[in-house]
């Protein structure tokens, strides 16, 4: 209860609100465009009717407001009207005094209450986040005269009490406050996530999100584009169990609502600049290449929104400019076609450096990015959006080999766009459906030179180098790498949500994907001897052994039901899963006889590989056990299809006709029909508020992780084998995390989270027990922790700030060594049981400060951040396996090249200052 204003009525009460959670996201569908296997008018057909069918709201962009009205004797109202002026919703109390609407958008609000009889009331900063319930329950005052509105706050509770997972959602307002730039650096430091494996995960197990729609390249399961904080209204990780509605995950979901535009014009820009400032002690190791670039990294960001031309019509544009040049610099002393001499006598090389000498960044990256939406509202109850993300990037990654003859290294392109078309309809306040269509378009290449014939690879040859020069440095030559992947991927997703009564709500939904794949060598390159005489061969589509880049079509397709269920205090959310995978591509008829040689036995006609289907249950349960607490259990079945790069890559058996016991190794070959790999989780959770400020909150977890990605051995009639991926790999994960999070009192905020977690299996690497049996180690399973088994992982957020005037942000991580293999003598079976050592304990520790001005009504903010803060050399990267520091080695000698290059470290100490403007708001 709020006190009375002086001389005036009692200001109205404002009662707990929070947000509960309904997780909207997407599945995954798959079909095939191709010419001639699906009709068009198949194809239109079957896209109408989803979208007539199972409507509904996008996952991922919208969620729902929900509470009582009462009056001052905590007596409902009826009739009160309840308006979300910025989202053009609203809706009226019943005869409990209760109301709900649904499918407002992301964002923060002002929520306006009138009642006849009734002081009006606006409740301000009201945060609507996507898929979950936000409630808020308001008191009015009897007025029988006319009043002036009273404006209050909306404040959240320090812990949601109906949630069923673990879910962290950050808004607009709070990335401004933290040390993060990109999407990828908010994910790692949430808690249970390591360096991107969520829960003990392997990567790649983790759906990424754009407004609810994935923006997953299926060639790798990773996503297909980098976010800059500047364009998310809200982001949401999902690190345990969640819906029915998330498909093509086991480990995670990260959704990205990005902002969009309003009906009052407004702008914003930022620009920084910085670089690497080094300690005396990183110096020591290569100095000549370490060198201060206060403008080495530079940031460029302006956003322009408003009302567009047409009728409630409204656009979003935004474009970024992103450099940065690497903390090691390169000295150009060779050029890649300097030839040195060979002295057969006494095997040294007499060298003719022609370089410049001119000193570069031994790796550098060049980004454009930009975003433009498009909103219509004008066709009544109908919501129109279109949205297209770009990204275009030039790098070139550092190769401490090349130091001395940067010219030598590849360089890497990518260019990805995502872009479609959404439809939000509005039936009725309790009913409405979204469909979407996007394509998402990723191409990567990798390559020095872009024609396989052009002279300059005969010019230069491959890279060459010496021990006894430079501790190895390349002294000739360029990278030999050339590779090639793209994706074009066609989305189709359509749901349905229904308020069914005040306690129930049902969702719907399907998607389709139609996925391109192209991926491979265009052109290999082999320098070879030949009659006395070194011989570049190109080998340029010539199957088998050489295929170039080929093209995959598979198709996936997903349906889910999900209710959420408030009863009395008790809240389900239970939910079905479907999904079906067809990776249309042929097998060996007989694997004994892979390329069908008829001197080994009857030659038996390719099959086609078979479609996989799975069922998956979601089940979650919250129980406030007192007002401030709750107790929650979750359990859920996930599946997921392995990235198809490891499906389809050296999946052609014609490969193996010349196999022959103790012949040519043609490494791991895929396997187009493999099953989806599976995770079962459990977590168990308890949150308790233990003031209106402090708030604890308590996951323990476990997984057991079935069907990974291994290695079979196949022998075959000549008594030969190969080997090739299936399902053999297993797993699991056991652990706990505690969370506090301490809403600011006077200055200060803080955020504390631990994780301990146990994370181990048969291998971290599908092709891990290849690599074992070709080095003759016993390939038998075991269970050992997995490389990224971090047991224990602290994150401790502190601010101190005053709003519209300044705030300091310090985020310090800290983290016990991750596994390594140690050896106990140099050679041959010389190390100890494998992963069974242990890093040393890191700590990072970024910084961030900001001082907000307003000079004539602009908004203006100054900032700086420093990254790495104290310049720590060890965060879980590099260890001597002979002596587990990455400082020294029990063999100086033999590992004198790598204890002079200095990548081995984390990277050094990064400070940026920069400037953001914008409309004053």
Known sequence: MREPRRGGPERPALHGLRRTGTHEGLQAMRRQWSAGAVPRASLVGALLLSLFIVAGALAGTSGKLSG???????????????????????????????????????????????????????????????DYTTALDVELTEAPLLMKEVVVSAQRPVVDLKLTSTVSTLSREDLKTMPVQELQDVVNLQAGVVDGHFRGGRLGEVQYQVDGV??????????????????????????????AEYGQAMSGVVNAVLRRGTDRFRWDAEALTGGYVYSGGRRSVAPEFHQTRLAGTQNYQASL???AGPSKTFFLLSGRRYVSDDYLSATRRFKPTDKPVLNQTTGQY????????????????????????????????????????????????????????????????????????????????TRFYNTSLRQNYFEYEDMKYDDAYDWSYNAAGPPLGDVSYENGANFQGVDFTRFRQKTSTIVWKSSFVSQVTRDQQIKVGTEF??????????????????????????????????????????????????????????????????????????????????????????????????????????????????????????????YQMPPLRDIFQNSDYNILQDLQAGGIDYGVLGNPDIRPEQTVQYQFGYKQAVTEW????????????????????????????????????????IGFTVALEQRRRGLISTALDYTWQVAQGNSSDPRETATRAAAGQDPRPRQVPFNWDQRHTLNLTVMLSRPADFSLSSIVRVASGQPYTPAIAAGFLGSLGTNSGH??????????GEKSLRPGGLGVNLFARAFNLFDSRFFNGFVFDNSGSPDYSRYPVTDRAQLANPTRFYGPRRIEVGLTLNTGR
């Open 694 to 733: 402090l708030g604890v909150d308590l996951n323990l977890f476990y997984k057991d992780i079935r069907d990974l990605l291994g290695v079979e051995f196949i022998s075959t009639y000549n008594d030969a084998e190969y080997a090739r991926l299936t399902n053999v790999d297993f797993g699991n994960v």
């Open 214 to 243: 994935s923006v997953n390249n299926p060639y790798d399961n990773k996503s297909s584009l980098r976010i800059d904080r500047s364009l998310i209204e809200e982001v949401q990780v999902i690190s345990g169990t969640f819906d």
């Open 350 to 429: 007499f060298l003719h450096p022609t370089g410049d000498g001119e000193k570069v960044p031994l790796g550098y990256s060049r980004e454009w990015s930009g975003v433009a939406k498009l909103t219509n509202r004008s066709l009544g109850n109908i919501e129109l959006n279109y949205q297209g993300i770009v990204n275009l990037v030039n790098a070139q990654r550092a190769n401490y080999a090349f130091r001395l003859d940067p010219d030598g290294l590849a360089t890497q392109r990518t260019f990805s766009v995502v872009h479609g078309l959404d439809v939000t309809h509005t039936l009725t306040k």
């Open 839 to 848: 890093k040393p304990v890191g700590m990072l520790v970024d910084l961030r």
């Open 513 to 638: 994907e139609w996925p391109r794949v192209f991926f491979g060598n265009p052109g290999f390159l082999d320098y070879t001897q030949q009659g006395g005489r070194n011989v570049l061969k190109r080998y340029v589509n010539d199957p088998p052994k050489h295929p170039g880049v080929r093209e995959y079509r598979p198709y996936t397709a997903a349906a889910f039901a999900q209710e959420d269920l408030e009863w009395n205090d008790l809240r389900i959310r239970a939910g079905l899963r479907f999904e079906y995978f067809n990776p249309r591509a042929m097998l060996p008829g007989d694997l004994a006889n892979p390329a069908n040689r008829r001197e080994l036995g009857p030659v038996v006609e390719a099959r086609a590989t078979t479609r996989k289907m799975s069922l998956a249950p979601r089940l979650g349960v919250s129980y406030p056990v007192t007002r401030d607490a709750a107790l929650f259990f979750a359990y859920g079945h996930f």
């Open 68 to 130: 009582r009205v009462l009056d001052k004797r905590k007596q409902p109202l009826v009739g009160a009207n309840l308006a979300i002026p910025g989202a053009r919703l609203g809706a009226l109390s019943d005869a409990e005094g209760r109301f709900a609407i649904i499918g407002i958008p992301v964002g923060t609000y002002e929520v306006k209450v009138n009642l006849l009889g009734y002081g009006p009331v606006a409740v301000r900063d009201v945060r609507i986040s996507a």
């Open 305 to 307: 929104s408003g009302p």
